[in-house]
């Protein structure tokens, strides 16, 4: 069963900060995006926000200066401060994710002035999915009331600003083949995500062999 941890059940509450809900609805005050860089089971990520939402995730680079080189490219005009309270709570949150717990992302707001009607589309089915499941191009597609968008549905997919608060590494291809992903490290960035998450789909184990697996059961 999923859950929220309770700094992020507190953060929709009010209590300490912006709530998230209002943070996904506020109207935009500001062109400015901030940045921070954190740490987590998977390296270092960053995440950027602007005054409606999360702007933006990054996956680890090979460095923390990588990662930070990275979110600068993608935000040239993005400042790295201390993250407000709500936003800590969304890092946290990714955090408790990437260590393997269930939580649900899906109150987390998001700034996406400048994503296209469809791609919002496609990531509203992709923030439904549960940690541990996963649904195909096609599936998501066939959500969207016509499956033969499963190409432009990858493609939005490969778009993606907001890895882990939009699952798109829990989307597959055509039989549970892994198809591709376009944060750092690819498909083997996709396969231990899902790992993490003690996904399962076809073959039974198809993660055992993998040497993040042991360490995730190890850990269990």
């Known amino acids: 069963m999923m859950h929220k941890p309770d700094a992020l059940k507190s953060a929709e509450q009010g209590s300490g900060g912006i709530s998230l809900l209002?943070?996904?609805?506020?109207?935009?005050?500001?062109?400015?995006?901030?940045?921070?860089?954190?740490?987590?089971?998977?390296?270092?990520?960053?995440?950027?926000?602007?005054?409606r939402g999360i702007a933006g995730v990054q996956l680890p680079e090979k460095s923390d200066q990588?990662?930070?080189?990275?979110?600068?490219?993608?935000?040239?005009?993005a400042r790295e401060i201390t993250p407000l309270a709500v936003i800590q709570h969304v890092?946290?949150?990714?955090?408790?994710?990437?260590r393997g717990e269930a939580i649900d992302l899906t109150n987390v707001?998001?700034?996406?002035?400048?994503?296209?009607?469809?791609?919002?589309?496609?990531?509203?089915?992709?923030?439904?999915?549960?940690?541990g499941a996963t649904l195909s191009y096609g599936e998501i597609a066939e959500r969207l009331g016509d499956r033969t968008l499963a190409r432009e549905v990858a493609q939005a997919l490969s778009e993606n600003p907001f890895p882990i608060i939009v699952p798109c590494h829990r989307v597959l291809a055509t039989g549970g083949k892994?198809?591709?992903f376009?944060?750092?490290?690819?498909?083997?960035?996709?396969?231990?995500?899902?790992?993490?998450e003690r996904a399962r789909y076809g073959e039974p184990g198809l993660f055992e062999h993998l040497?993040?697996?042991?360490?995730?059961r190890r850990r269990a």
């Open 91 to 98: 890092i946290e949150a990714i955090g408790a994710l990437l």
């Open 22 to 51: 209002a943070l996904q609805y506020r109207p935009m005050m500001t062109s400015d995006f901030s940045f921070t860089l954190f740490d987590t089971a998977i390296g270092c990520c960053g995440i950027v926000w602007s005054a």
């Open 109 to 131: 707001g998001l700034d996406s002035g400048a994503i296209s009607e469809f791609n919002r589309r496609v990531y509203d089915v992709a923030r439904g999915i549960r940690p």
């Open 182 to 196: 376009s944060g750092p490290g690819g498909v083997r960035t996709k396969l231990r995500l899902l790992s993490i």
């Open 178 to 180: 892994m198809g591709g």
């Open 211 to 216: 040497p993040w697996a042991a360490a995730s």
């Open 66 to 77: 990588a990662t930070r080189s990275r979110v600068q490219r993608r935000f040239p005009a």
